[in-house]
């Protein structure tokens, strides 16, 4: 084996990997918080804005995301397109069905 790779010591063997990433670089621009009352606020940059006068807003972990109010149903619908054919190709064990007393 290369000893650029591996060493022995102590009759351990010792490999030394090398990892590689491949990052893509993401533009990512800023907006501005500022207090509004007692409220915070961002002033989003003119290509971010949104038109009506309320958004969605959902918090996940660290991000807040916002979802235009007026066209919820057509972003959903949008988000359904992206999947791709194969996303439930593999069939899934639905396990066995159990018989329950009714209500």
Do not use: H
């Not at 591996?6 to 670089?25: H, N, Q």
Request: proline share 2%; aromatic share 12%; with cysteine.
């Amino acid at each position: 084996m290369d000893s650029r790779y591996a060493s022995c010591i102590d009759g351990l063997m010792i490999v030394y990997t090398k990892i590689y990433t491949i990052s893509e670089v993401i533009q990512v621009e800023t907006a501005k918080l500022f207090i509004n009352g007692q409220s915070q606020a961002v002033r989003l940059p003119k290509e971010y804005r949104f038109s009506g006068s309320e958004v969605y807003i959902q918090k996940v972990g660290n991000t807040v995301m916002l979802f235009p109010k007026e066209r919820v149903w057509e972003t959903f619908l949008q988000g359904l397109n992206s999947f791709t054919d194969d996303f439930f190709a593999e069939e899934r064990d639905g396990g066995v069905q159990v018989q329950r007393e009714t209500l």
